[in-house]
Antibody, heavy 118, light 106 residues
């Protein structure tokens, strides 16, 4: 059974940093590309970033480019999102998602809440 | 950037009703259009991929159609467990989600 479990969320001050993790199990992690998607309170889904299985291809949404960094450790079956220079508008539930095919998200975690507030 | 316009933003229907949601892309995206169901506090769930293909295990009352810029998502007979927000998503050029359609029971 595919399982994705996010962690690392919490309360952070504006301008601060946070690193999210996504622990994957139930599939050959290195064979699948992964994504981060978020949902701000009362808003819709927003795609943030994509990383291929080998980490050779990475994409970002304009809203986070230069501030967020996606990475993965295939030996640890883990996906990461390093978030720097956080803003109030980054407050959201952050989901990791495994691709069914490129950028079609077939499996999702339950999400981790990030709150940016002073 | 490709914009995805979804309508309506919300709807209320009775159990057993046919429900239709539309999604329009700002430019042609072939069939790179997918539909997700999202219930509060739960992980989003892929229902339809490549415009019309039903994901494994998804009930057949869900269907999708369209290509190019105009797409339709249909629930043939609304069930109480279908209460959720539905999103379209394109991956022709990176990823964009539609604004969502909240489906409620009348």
């Amino acid at each position: 059974e595919v399982q994705l479990v996010e962690s690392g969320g919490g309360l952070v001050q504006p301008g601060g940093s946070l690193r999210l993790s996504c622990a994957a199990s139930g599939f050959t992690f290195s064979s699948y590309s992964m994504n981060w998607v978020r949902q701000a309170p009362g808003k819709g889904l927003e795609w943030l970033s994509y990383i291929s299985g080998s980490s050779s291809t990475i994409y970002y949404a304009d809203s986070v480019k230069g501030r967020f960094t996606i990475s993965r450790d295939n030996a640890k079956n883990s996906l990461y999102l390093q978030m720097n220079s956080l803003r109030d508008e980054d407050t959201a539930v952050y989901y990791c998602a495994r691709d069914l095919q490129q950028m079609v998200m077939g499996y999702w975690g339950q999400g981790t809440l990030v709150t940016v507030s002073s | 950037d490709i914009q995805m316009t979804q309508s309506p933003s919300s709807l209320s229907a009775s159990v057993g009703d046919r429900v239709t949601i539309t999604c329009q892309a700002s430019q042609g995206i072939s069939k790179y259009l997918h539909w997700y169901q999202h219930k509060p506090g739960k992980a989003p769930k892929l229902l339809i991929y490549d415009a019309s293909y039903l994901e494994t295990g998804v009930p057949s009352r869900f269907s999708g159609s369209g290509s190019g810029t105009d797409f339709t998502f249909t629930i043939s007979s609304l069930q109480p467990e279908d209460i959720a927000t539905y999103y379209c998503q394109q991956n022709d050029n990176l990823v964009t989600f539609g604004g969502g359609t909240k489906v409620e029971i009348k």
